[in-house]
């Protein structure tokens, strides 16, 4: 059964750096996008951004600007390093599994989320 | 703001019928992208229940169906049950924003 395992600093304050790493355990991890998506506090999902397992990037604009997401294909891992955070990043990061065809893009594998707090 | 529009929270009686909106515009369910739904109960990650507008995962009872029309997809839930008490979101793809969620709807089994 394939299962995501993700691990991160859970506080941070403002300005440092947001890192969070997703392992993909029990399956593939070619032919998938591997997304990142937050939900903050009382509000809805976000998505932030995914890679492909060759590396191949897609962002949200209003993120692009302090987002990196970077794969380690032979360890099946992918990571997001969110700069400059502020209180409004604070949120649950989940990693997610993508599906894509054409017409589509969805998340059927979800990892159980990090709740990472920015707050000085 | 969301870029998809659903209604904040829908409620019915067990056994009842409760459908859930999502209205986008012509850059996203509009121009011809799918839509997918997810339950998000508390303290856990989002389920997937349907994708490609009506079609449902294994293990996703036949009580939830979806459907897409014009700019706007439905998630509907018959034979309302207790386990049904969650939050859903609808997903959908976008030209300018690539992917996008709706704000999330909470369904309350009275």
């Known amino acids: 059964q394939v299962q995501l395992q993700q691990w991160g600093a859970g506080l941070l304050k403002p300005s440092e750096t947001l890192s969070l790493t997703c392992a993909v355990y029990?399956?593939?991890?070619?032919?998938?996008?591997w997304s990142w998506i937050r939900q903050p506090p009382e509000k809805g999902l976000e998505w932030i951004g995914e890679i492909g397992h060759s590396g191949s990037t897609s962002y949200n604009p209003s993120l692009n600007s302090r987002l990196t997401i970077s794969v380690d294909a032979s360890k099946s891992q992918f990571s997001l390093n969110l700069g400059s955070v502020t209180a409004a990043d604070t949120a649950v990061y989940y990693c997610?599994?993508?599906?894509?065809?054409?017409?589509?893009?969805?998340?059927?594998?979800w990892g159980r989320g990090t709740l990472v707090t920015v707050s000085s | 703001q969301s870029v998809l529009t659903q209604p904040p929270s829908v409620s019915g009686a067990p056994g009842q019928r409760v459908t859930i909106s999502c209205t986008g515009s012509s850059s996203n369910i509009g121009a011809g992208y799918d839509v997918h739904w997810y339950q998000h109960l508390p303290g856990a990650a989002p389920k997937l229940l349907m994708y490609g507008n009506s079609n449902r995962p294994s293990g996703v009872p036949d009580r939830f169906s979806g459907s897409k029309s014009g700019t706007s997809a439905s998630l509907a839930i018959t034979g309302l049950q207790a386990e049904d008490e969650a939050d859903y979101y609808c997903q959908s793809y976008d030209r300018s924003l690539s992917v996008v969620f709706g704000g999330g709807t909470k369904v309350t089994v009275l």
């Open positions: 997610a599994r993508g599906q894509v065809a054409v017409g589509r893009k969805y998340f059927d594998l």
């Open positions: 029990g399956g593939s991890f070619s032919g998938y996008y």
